[in-house]
């Protein structure tokens, strides 16, 4: 018996190091807005404008809706006294070298340094394949990882790709895919993985086990749809488990409006009294040298306290007393006012996790997506998601002025993502569009 399975074993053995071993890019194709083309050679978008390739390119646009059935290549230019310019109506429109391959290389040599303007790369691959093969391109050079891998469910009736995972299988994956993300993320930066209670408990304890107890940052609570139990509460959360590469990871602090938890109104800012636990020492307020209340210390240092007096955000409440550090009874007590927006915490269920009405099941809004790339990463940094799905995350992260890397291995690649992404590129006007000024399309 043990001979068999030691003559099995060296198959298996072959088999891991073909599966491991770096795969080939089959294909590539490229999409470039107009107006990064016409910055960098104007007759070269006559060229393509007149290319046979053009009547394809025209009916894929009025397929995604980014130009109407009465749409003309004439409209595209706008003439004036200083010459002929694109049309500010069509100057991002998406053209797709897989329509233009006898001007590709032209287009493409237009750019000195292709991979510095590409704003990002979508990646048709089994994620493993794509992570382990295009590794030393981008060892080190992500900021923001997002994923939203399949959840291990019962059965995958409800779903473009598998879900029903025994818990072993399901751990294996993820565990396999987690050392090579970790292999891409910079030392500032942070993952952050979505689950449901079939399998936090899983992936709570590699992502342990990957990045260390001491990098687990936050457990966030987000919406889900409502899904009855039956002799039980109706699930309606799930989970971002929130974790960094090292302790040295930028993080910055996202701001939202003041809003009741309960009837979803926005509440005025409110007065407090502006000392925190443990003691300190004093101020000068409103010109006053004041020591704080005893035991506490107050909550903003001098150079704070100025400013929130030249902003009117502070007072002296004459109607209230304290005891100061140094035994006195002070009347009038330092008040400061509330900002109208506050700190996010890992309370996220004031937005709505998954988007409504969508065709893709379990698609992630844009909102959420927003506060994940907003605290973890700044402009042009590099934003990753090897489980795409529907492509949210790379939609967001050029909404936001973030490059991105999109993975994502089933059909639905042509038939959902690209689309999505061309009309990102266009200028889609729906998730968070309207709330990012600086997104107007293009890229």
């Keep these: 018996a043990y001979k068999i399975i030691d003559f099995i074993a060296q198959f298996e053995d072959e088999l891991v190091k073909i599966w491991n071993k770096p795969k080939f890019v089959k294909n590539s194709n490229y999409v470039i807005t107009l107006d990064r083309v016409f910055e960098k050679n104007t007759d070269l978008v006559e060229k393509i404008l007149q290319n046979e390739g053009i009547k394809e390119q025209i009916k894929e646009w009025q397929e995604l809706g980014i130009v109407d059935g009465n749409f003309k290549v004439d409209d595209i230019f706008t003439s004036n006294l200083m010459g002929k310019y694109l049309s500010e109506k069509y100057q991002h ?19 000195e340094d292709l991979d510095k303007a590409l704003d990002g790369w979508l990646i048709k691959s089994e994620n493993y394949q794509a992570l382990n093969t295009i590794l030393p391109k981008f060892k080190e050079k992500v900021q923001t990882i997002y994923i939203d891998p399949p ?23 993820l565990e396999n895919r987690l050392k090579l993300a970790k292999e891409w993320l910079n030392e500032k930066g942070s993952i952050f993985v979505r689950c449901d209670y079939n399998g936090n408990w899983i992936v709570r304890c590699l992502m342990d086990s ?4 001491d990098n687990f940052r936050n457990e ?30 930028f993080f910055n602090s996202v701001k939202r409006p003041r809003v009741c938890t309960f009837c979803k109104q926005p509440i005025a800012p409110r007065w407090h009294p502006m000392s925190s636990s443990g ?32 902003e009117g955000r502070i007072r002296i409440n004459e109607e209230l007393a304290y005891i100061d550090t140094q035994g006195r009874r ?49 402009e042009d940094d590099l934003v990753m998601d090897f489980f795409l799905g529907s492509g949210t995350t790379t939609a967001a992260a050029h909404k936001l ?10 059909e639905h690649f042509y038939s959902v993502v690209l689309p999505r ?21 293009g890229g």
Excluded: C
């Design 93 to 111: 429109l998406p053209i797709d070298t897989k329509y233009f391959k006898d001007l590709e290389l032209e287009i493409l040599n237009q750019f």
């Design 220 to 249: 966030i609570v987000v919406n889900r749809f409502k899904k009855p139990a039956p002799k039980a509460l109706a699930v309606t959360t799930e989970s971002f488990l929130f974790y960094s590469k090292t302790s040295s990871l």
């Design 151 to 173: 959840f291990n469910l019962d059965s995958s009736d409800q779903f473009l790709y598998r879900t029903n995972y025994k818990d072993a299988n399901w751990a294996t994956l």
């Design 401 to 410: 002025g973030r490059k991105w890397i999109g993975v994502e291995m089933g």
């Design 279 to 310: 003691e300190g020492g004093p101020a000068y307020i409103f010109g006053k040298l004041l020591y704080p209340p005893r035991g506490r210390h107050w909550t903003y240092n001098q150079e704070a306290i100025l400013k929130l007096e030249k």
């Design 330 to 378: 002070i009347k009038g007590l330092p008040e400061y006012l509330e900002t109208e927006e506050q700190d996010i915490d890992s309370n996220w269920t004031d937005i709505t996790g998954y988007k409504f009405g969508s065709e893709f099941e379990t698609e992630n809004s844009e909102e959420v997506i927003k506060r994940v790339i907003e605290s973890t990463s700044n």
């Design 210 to 213: 990957e990045f260390g107890k």
């Design 421 to 441: 992404m061309k009309k990102v590129l266009a200028y889609d006007k729906s998730g968070i569009s309207k709330e990012v000024k600086e997104y107007q399309g």
